[in-house]
């Protein structure tokens, strides 16, 4: 009897052992490419092999269209749908995956987060340089096919250009809010700027992640102002100040979840010397990396119990 019953109690203890040991989930990863880029080219192919190698988990870039040229003339609203129904076919994504942001394509991916039904979970969202508050001047882009965005953008808010030049969808001239507002097709949804028109899903969705990881870069010549790659932006109304991301309203309103997300030591604001999306090796590493590596849980056997 004694020695049944001390066998009874060395299984169990083994049983908890054994069902209580920590599991590696290989959490995969995918990257969104910015304006007048694509997956194809040696930048993102390096980038993504890059964080492959190091976090040692799978990843791919996610091309929306041709690439190139619908990265500058597909509005964002379509991007981020076809960019939906992509990640919903990817069977190895179904039990959640992180995401890489690049510029542009970082409202992409906060549209993928935020509009797309029936989706697998995104876990960690890592943001390089993205203008999530808006842009109120874009720099010319030195490509064979960019020529006819001058000319679209010199009236931003016409319904012709938000059909047909991407960036016009992210653009807010601060002193022309009211047809910001009326007329922008995808910044004021996204950010749930619209009064009457909040969403609670969005909101839902975008405080889900486990970690939202914003990088700015402190030369950016690109984004104009560059704190909006942190939420920052210039108040209604007027071009000064800057304010930081925790003075704005979508911040102290809370109408995508950012501040709660903050609250709950989420967020993390990064700022690196470089130039738009110049990061070294070393401050990917920094950054990036950790953010894409495998998870710990207990094991199924264990959750099962």
Same mark, same amino acid.
């Given at each position: 009897?004694?020695?049944?019953?001390?066998?009874?109690?060395? =299984?169990?203890?083994?049983?908890?052992?054994f069902f209580?040991i920590?599991?590696?989930?290989?959490?995969?990863?995918?990257?969104?490419?910015?304006?007048?880029?694509?997956?194809s080219?040696?930048?993102?192919?390096?980038?993504?092999?890059?964080?492959n190698?190091?976090?040692?988990?799978?990843?791919?870039?996610?091309?929306?269209?041709?690439?190139?040229?619908?990265?500058?003339?597909?509005p964002?609203?379509?991007?981020?749908s076809?960019?939906?129904? !992509?990640? !919903?076919?990817?069977?190895?994504?179904?039990?959640?995956?992180?995401?890489?942001?690049?510029?542009?394509?970082?409202?992409?991916?906060?549209?993928?987060? /935020?509009?797309c @039904?029936n989706?697998?979970?995104?876990?960690? #969202?890592?943001?390089?340089?993205g203008p999530?508050?808006?842009?109120? #001047?874009l720099?010319?882009?030195?490509?064979s096919?960019?020529?006819?965005?001058?000319?679209?953008?010199? @009236?931003v808010?016409?319904?012709?250009?938000?059909?047909?030049?991407?960036p016009?969808?992210?653009?807010?001239?601060?002193t022309?809010?009211?047809?910001?507002?009326?007329h922008?097709?995808?910044?004021? &949804?996204?950010?749930? /700027?619209?009064?009457g /028109?909040k969403?609670?899903?969005?909101? @839902?969705?975008f405080?889900? =992640?486990h970690?939202?990881?914003?990088?700015m870069?402190?030369? @950016?010549?690109?984004?104009?102002? &560059?704190?909006?790659? +942190?939420?920052?932006y210039y108040?209604?109304?007027? #071009?000064?100040?800057?304010?930081?991301?925790?003075?704005?309203?979508? #911040?102290?309103?809370? +109408?995508?979840?950012?501040?709660t997300?903050?609250?709950a030591? &989420?967020v993390?604001?990064?700022s690196?010397?470089?130039?738009?999306i110049?990061?070294?090796? /070393?401050?990917?590493? &920094?950054?990036?990396?950790?953010?894409?590596?495998?998870?710990?849980?207990?094991?199924?056997?264990?959750?099962?119990m």
């Amino acid at each position: 009897m004694e020695k049944s019953l001390q066998r009874s109690v060395l =299984l169990v203890t083994l049983s908890l052992f054994f069902f209580s040991i920590p599991v590696l989930l290989s959490v995969p990863f995918v990257v969104f490419h910015g304006i007048a880029g694509e997956c194809s080219n040696d930048e993102m192919t390096n980038l993504t092999k890059f964080l492959n190698n190091y976090s040692s988990s799978p990843g791919s870039c996610v091309e929306i269209g041709n690439g190139l040229v619908d990265s500058l003339y597909m509005p964002l609203t379509q991007q981020a749908s076809i960019a939906c129904e !992509k990640i !919903k076919q990817m069977p190895e994504l179904s039990d959640g995956y992180n995401i890489v942001g690049v510029s542009q394509g970082n409202l992409v991916a906060r549209g993928l987060i /935020e509009f797309c @039904d029936n989706a697998p979970p995104v876990f960690n #969202y890592v943001s390089l340089g993205g203008p999530h508050a808006g842009l109120s #001047y874009l720099p010319k882009f030195n490509c064979s096919v960019c020529e006819l965005l001058d000319i679209y953008l010199s @009236d931003v808010y016409n319904n012709f250009v938000q059909d047909h030049a991407a960036p016009s969808g992210c653009f807010k001239i601060p002193t022309d809010i009211k047809n910001y507002l009326e007329h922008s097709k995808y910044l004021p &949804k996204l950010n749930n /700027e619209r009064p009457g /028109e909040k969403n609670s899903t969005y909101k @839902d969705r975008f405080t889900s =992640l486990h970690n939202l990881v914003l990088i700015m870069f402190e030369k @950016d010549n690109v984004l104009t102002p &560059k704190e909006s790659s +942190w939420f920052g932006y210039y108040p209604d109304g007027a #071009y000064t100040p800057i304010l930081p991301p925790q003075k704005t309203k979508l #911040y102290t309103k809370d +109408w995508i979840g950012l501040k709660t997300l903050d609250d709950a030591g &989420k967020v993390k604001f990064v700022s690196v010397p470089g130039g738009h999306i110049e990061i070294t090796k /070393e401050e990917l590493v &920094k950054y990036v990396v950790p953010y894409l590596q495998n998870e710990s849980t207990l094991s199924s056997e264990h959750e099962a119990m």
